[in-house]
């Protein structure tokens, strides 16, 4: 079984500047995908960004980037330059290859503040 | 591309009372997950379909949920005898993929939210 471990139930930044999620995770599989999700408020939820474990070079979309520390089962979110829309629960989550077992953390709320 | 729609998005029923929700994935997903969320908690993976086939069961799905996808386009969800502790949100998502599932990136509904009185 997997687990996935966000310890931070709420976060805030100010807008433009940077914040970064934390996400710890525990496998046993060899291989295994990362993910974070945004979930806006009453809205569906979308994936922000992927890393897949083979992978030493961490995944990058526009102002979203992870550090993935696959030794220390690690892999935070950096958001850069945050806007208002990024406002959102996010939540780490992590899945086998064959896509049977996929774990969620319990969500970080961020907060931009104008 | 109308994305994944799920029916109906509030449901409040009695203890006891069968439901049953209806997801529509993407036109073309050969996926379909089933979670279920409860409030300040993340999804709970349920069940997952490729095609028409049930290819995972967690243990969470209990034998009074059947989760069923005849014909691998929509997929209904049912509860039996439904218990307070059902109250949740059930999201549903699909993917489209030919390789490894996990690597798939899931488009989610908007939920189905469940109250059991």
């Known amino acids: 079984a997997q687990t996935v471990t966000q310890s931070q139930p709420e976060m805030s930044v100010q807008e433009a500047e940077t914040v970064t999620l934390s996400c710890t995770y525990d496998?046993?599989?060899?291989?295994?995908?990362l993910f974070w999700y945004k979930q806006p408020p009453s809205r569906q939820m979308i994936l922000v960004i992927r890393q897949e474990a083979y992978k030493q070079q961490n995944a990058t979309e526009n102002r979203f980037s992870v550090n993935f520390q696959k030794a220390a089962k690690s892999f935070s979110l950096k958001i850069s330059d945050s806007q208002l829309g990024d406002a959102a629960m996010y939540f780490c989550a992590s899945a086998s290859p064959t896509g049977n077992q996929f774990y969620f953390g319990t969500g970080t709320s961020l907060t931009v503040i104008p | 591309d109308t994305g994944v729609s799920q029916d109906p998005r509030h449901k409040i029923t009695k203890r006891g009372q069968n439901v049953t929700f209806r997801c529509d994935p993407i036109?073309?997903?050969?996926?379909l997950y089933w979670y279920r969320q409860t409030l300040g908690q993340g999804p709970e993976f349920l069940t997952y379909f490729q095609n028409e086939a049930q290819l995972e069961k967690s243990r969470l799905l209990s034998d009074r949920f059947s989760a069923e996808r005849p014909k691998g386009s929509f997929s209904t969800l049912e509860i039996q005898r439904t218990e307070q502790g059902d109250s949740a949100m059930y999201l549903c998502?699909?993917?489209?993929?030919?390789?490894?599932?996990?690597?798939?990136?899931?488009?989610f509904g908007p939920g189905t939210r469940l109250t059991v009185l």
């Open positions: 496998t046993s599989e060899s291989d295994y995908y």
């Open positions: 036109s073309e997903h050969n996926r």
């Open positions: 998502a699909s993917s489209y993929g030919r390789g490894l599932a996990g690597a798939d990136t899931q488009y």
